[in-house]
């Protein structure tokens, strides 16, 4: 990886805060929480530094995003001002040479969000910050992503948790891929005309728009995600689809029981079409009975699950975090989300301020390498699940 080609740009900072837009205090993307020590070696800590540069990482799930200090009054404000200040600091030394940044839930105006205009402002703001900085490139490709790699640059891949934007209109898939959305969820926690969320009682399956707009995203080459889908829909999805489909954040509910994780039936299904799963770490998502203080170690207990259930070139990460306190996050939001009725209904957990080793996009990918090395895996399997796996299956899916 070539050297970073940050150069100190700050989100909006061609306007004049205050007079152009609505000012906020944003939470850092550095520093924030003291640096989640691994306990590693020196040679060990060299080894995963050596691992990072070579390898092209990849994100396959975060918000990278700094939210702003005083979340819990100011999120909804925040929100619909539309102009979420990227963490470039905290991106530019986390290692990272691409993210799947899911957008949509910015701009609010809706009661329950993810609307088209809301989505499409939302994209518009995003793309308009990065067009007046040259550290960030859209990628809209494997080639971006390797460009970004061998640059020293970010690669920004745009994507959707939830297909209710596009309503009935199947069109809206081609429109949404020609302004650069590369993947989108079926459908998030709730139902919509295409299939059935994971917070519903009963899972319809996916419907017959659903079967048309599978069709529709494998002809464009748009990557499926199942996340927030429940699983009779995941299933049908997998199987409608002609292409690899991706659960891009979510842990296996055999290790944690609760709506949100994924049964072993979906998880294998999706390895078997191709895909691969990412591990989540949003809070109180991927606890385990090993570690019910929710932190890297039984976020890694989910990986460690689906590994041995379907081979580790069906696994690789995508964390799901912010830059900024995501607990405030769901304390204004997780009603609208449909979050917290599918991880309450769990068992018990302990409660945390933060997910230790996991809490922001700045420093997920580093400790996830430093624990890899420190528990033995050898370079091959951790270039695999940093990076690897993802671009093997979106060279099939795009």
Same mark, same amino acid.
């Given at each position: ?16 805060? =205050? ?28 080894? !995963? ?48 040479? #691409?993210?799947?940044?899911?957008? =949509?839930?910015? !701009? ?22 990065? #067009?007046?900085?040259?550290?960030? /490139? ?6 971006? /992503? ?23 209109? $199947? ?49 464009? =080459? ?24 991706? $659960? ?22 999706? #390895? ?6 990412? $591990? ?31 081979? /580790?070139?069906?696994? #690789? ?11 405030? $996050? ?57 990076? =690897? ?10």
């Amino acid at each position: 990886m070539a050297p970073s080609r940050y150069s100190g740009y700050q989100s909006f900072s061609y306007l004049e805060a =205050g007079t152009d837009y609505t000012e906020f205090a944003l939470s850092a993307d550095v520093d924030r929480l003291p640096e989640h020590d691994l306990g590693l070696a020196e040679d060990e800590s060299a080894r !995963a530094e050596r691992l990072l540069a070579d390898t092209v990482v990849v994100s396959l799930h975060d918000h990278p995003v700094r939210l702003p200090r005083h979340a819990r009054t100011e999120l909804l404000d925040w929100n619909r001002e539309a102009r979420l200040a990227y963490g470039y600091v905290g991106l530019s030394r986390s290692g990272l040479d #691409a993210v799947f940044d899911n957008l =949509g839930w910015g !701009a609010c105006e809706s009661r329950n969000g993810w609307k088209w205009d809301d989505v499409i402002t939302d994209l518009g703001m995003r793309f308009c910050d990065f #067009a007046h900085q040259d550290y960030v /490139i859209r990628a809209e490709s494997v080639a971006d /992503i390797r460009r970004a790699h061998a640059e020293g640059r970010l690669a920004v891949v745009a994507g959707l948790e939830g297909a209710a934007l596009i309503e009935n209109e $199947i069109d809206r898939l081609d429109v949404l891929y020609g302004l650069g959305v590369r993947q989108m969820g079926i459908a998030y926690s709730d139902a919509n005309a295409l299939g059935s969320g994971l917070r519903e009682h009963g899972d319809g399956g996916l419907t017959s728009l659903g079967r048309r707009a599978v069709r529709r995203m494998n002809q464009l =080459g748009m990557a499926i995600d199942v996340s927030h889908s429940g699983d009779r829909t995941a299933l049908e999805v997998i199987e409608a689809s002609e292409r690899p489909v991706l $659960i891009t954040h979510a842990g296996a509910r055999g290790v944690w029981d609760t709506p949100r994780m994924k049964p072993d039936e979906v998880i294998r299904a999706c #390895a078997e079409s191709g895909g691969i799963i990412g $591990i989540e770490a949003a809070p109180y998502t991927t606890v385990s009975p090993r570690h019910r203080r929710h932190t890297i170690e039984s976020v890694m207990d989910h990986f460690r699950y689906c590994v041995d259930l379907v081979g /580790i070139e069906h696994v #690789a990460f995508g964390p799901d975090t912010f830059f900024g306190d995501h607990l405030d $996050i769901h304390h204004v939001m997780s009603q609208k989300w449909g979050v917290a009725d599918t991880i309450r209904s769990g068992p018990r957990f302990e409660t945390v301020e933060a997910v230790a080793g996991m809490e922001n996009p700045g420093e997920c990918f580093r400790n996830i390498t430093r624990w890899l090395v420190k528990h033995g895996y050898p370079d091959d399997e951790i270039t695999a699940v940093i990076g =690897g796996n993802v671009l093997r299956v979106l060279e099939k899916v795009w």
